[in-house]
């Protein structure tokens, strides 16, 4: 080993260090490939932790599992800023013993996804005076990107690399239940254990997604030592992780009751009540943590985040701002552009978006976000193009996909390609989307095929959307109005009387029910919608004077053009002029 040749790199973690031997090794396959924000993939650390006593003796090759985070939530998912200096860009949950540093990081096809480097423990003092570890913290590493770009700067051959940028698959959850039950600790403490034995024996059950079993070994620890704050603290980690955000929320709080100053549980404790859509409560506990780190940039990104969850978008821009000021991140990039968006400053925002995409070309997300803000402003080629770009990155089992799905299908109607918008909806529809987008997407295929004349497919829509949604008054609304198009009045007024049963201030509702009870001789009744639907567009201001004046003008023309039809009926008895002056009458729908 020649240790003068050693290559060491300013601000990271890392040596490239030669050495010759006459043994024979197996290169390793490294993998560099993108994360997405809602993966969290398994990973493995290899290494050979030292005896206590910090020497070698008997060395023993330790395999822990765990899941490691995108790029975008690493920054957030650290205990604090000083765990992503010296180029610790990559967080995971496994754990990791002294020794172990400077082991590769695997992923489940067994390449090198990075190398370990540190992790986030703290030093106790147990009942007897003795030093005690306490895991709480994550497993920290370094990318292979990070070492791909320095060993050019090394003058490494790159023909003695082996790199694949190929995600690996997806692992099922039987594969990944037999993966856990395999990395089981051999057994759990003995009964007389101490708080801490049962503290970090609960730290290794949640890294292998052991929650319950987790949480009963924490308890235990909080029966031992009622003012174990870091115990409160696990228990949280591990409610958050099953998504029981107020449960966490109170895990938290304890934690800060025994323990002011323990900033970590405030800002986490924020996290999960933003979660639970507590978001004010949320924000009043990230400025608790804001007091006492001033200086920590996820603080400041979290404040953001919350704030945004509160509609308040330009103090989250602020925070945004300070955030970026203290550490530039692209995830920081893309959700201040959000704020800008939403804002209304259309240009900022794009500018947030492609400085992201500088940052991170592999992001889906800004390429959505910049789509979707470029169709906005009417910049359909633009739009166009960002939104093909994110839907052909996306994994496929990514729900954010559906989103711009639905951003793609309004530019492709605004384009005048209305196969491909049915073709983008119906990709929304058939994919198991959430029920929200399903809902706009049969929406927007319904007045497509209204458009296009097709008013037996737009109600079909209509219908199978009410088998998901059998309370949405805004379903039969439209459903009324495909069928009054369709000349099917008496469906339509079926569809509007459930409309305004299930909101019965639904001036909307009202407004139209009027014309198709004047398509159905019925004056007194469309008299009195008209009369009903005027004075709720008066209560409510509803798009102002202009609907009231036309829905006036409307009601008064159906009225005379009512009488003047049934004298022409009576005196006629011509059925002609009558479907004549009723088709007439509801193009002003």
Request: a neutral charge; proline letters at 4%.
């Amino acid at each position: 080993m020649d240790a003068a040749a050693a290559k060491k790199f300013e601000g990271i973690d890392l040596v490239l260090l030669p050495f010759t031997s006459s043994e024979t090794y197996q290169i390793a396959t490294l993998a560099d490939y993108y994360i997405g924000l809602e993966d969290k993939p398994l990973v493995f650390l290899s290494g050979f932790p030292g005896a206590t006593s910090g020497t070698m003796n008997n060395p023993r090759r330790t395999l822990t599992a765990g899941t490691t985070f995108s790029q975008a939530v690493t920054m957030v998912a650290a205990q604090n800023t000083f765990s992503l200096a010296n180029g610790y860009e990559m967080v995971y949950s496994n754990l990791s013993e002294p020794g172990m540093s400077g082991g590769p990081v695997f992923d489940h096809l067994g390449r090198v996804i990075g190398i370990n480097t540190a992790f986030e423990a703290g030093i106790e003092i147990d009942r007897e005076g003795q030093t005690v570890e306490v895991n709480l913290g994550r497993g920290l590493g370094i990318p292979i990107r990070t070492f791909l770009g320095l060993s050019s700067k090394a003058n490494l051959d790159s023909k003695l690399l082996k790199v694949e940028t190929n995600a690996p698959p997806t692992l099922n959850a039987t594969e990944v239940a037999a993966i856990q039950e395999n990395m089981l600790p051999e057994r759990e403490p003995a009964q007389d254990a101490s708080e801490f034995e049962w503290l970090n024996w609960g730290n290794q059950l949640w890294r292998l997604r052991k929650y319950p079993e987790a949480i009963a070994a924490f308890d235990k620890a909080i029966q031992l030592k009622p003012d174990f704050y870091q115990a409160y603290y696990a228990k949280g980690t591990a409610l958050d992780a099953q998504n029981k955000y107020l449960e966490a929320a109170a895990a938290y709080e304890q934690a800060t009751k025994i323990q002011p100053s323990f900033y970590e549980a405030w800002r986490d404790r924020a996290m999960v009540l933003d979660y639970a859509k507590k978001s004010s409560e949320a924000l009043a506990s990230i400025d608790k943590a804001l007091q006492l780190q001033p200086q920590d940039f996820v603080l400041f990104f979290r404040r953001g985040q919350i704030l945004n969850s509160l509609e308040r978008y330009k103090e989250a821009k602020e925070a945004f701002t300070q955030a970026i000021s203290l550490k530039p991140s692209f995830f920081a990039y893309t959700l201040r552009a959000l704020s800008n968006a939403n804002l209304r400053d259309y240009q900022a925002a794009i500018s947030d978006y492609s400085r992201a995409i500088q940052l991170q070309p592999n992001d889906y997300f800004s390429y959505s976000g910049r789509g979707s803000v470029y169709a906005l402003l009417g910049k359909h080629q633009e739009a166009l193009a960002d939104l093909n770009k994110a839907l052909a990155m996306f994994p496929k089992s990514n729900q954010y996909k559906f989103t711009a799905y639905l951003g793609r299908a309004t530019t492709h109607l605004a384009m005048g390609d209305a196969q491909a918008a049915i073709a983008d909806y119906t990709a929304i529809i058939d994919g198991k989307a959430p029920e929200n987008l399903i809902s706009q997407a049969y929406l927007g295929r319904a007045t497509i095929y209204t458009q296009l004349q097709d008013f037996n497919k737009a109600i079909a829509d209509c219908t199978q959307l009410l088998e998901i949604q059998p309370d949405n008054e805004v379903v039969y609304f439209n459903r009324g109005g495909f069928r009054a198009q369709a000349q099917d009045f008496q469906g339509a007024l079926e569809d509007f009387n459930k409309a305004i049963d299930l909101q019965n201030d639904y001036a909307d509702a009202y407004r139209y029910r009027a014309t198709v009870r004047a398509n159905l001789n019925d004056a007194p009744g469309m008299m009195a919608d008209s009369k009903v639907a005027l004075e709720l567009y008066t209560k409510k201001n509803c798009q102002g004077t202009e609907k009231r004046r036309t829905l006036y003008q409307s009601s008064n023309y159906l009225y005379r053009n009512w009488r003047s039809t049934n004298r022409t009926t009576r005196r006629t008895k011509s059925r002609t002029t009558t479907s004549r002056a009723r088709n007439y009458q509801w193009r002003w729908l």
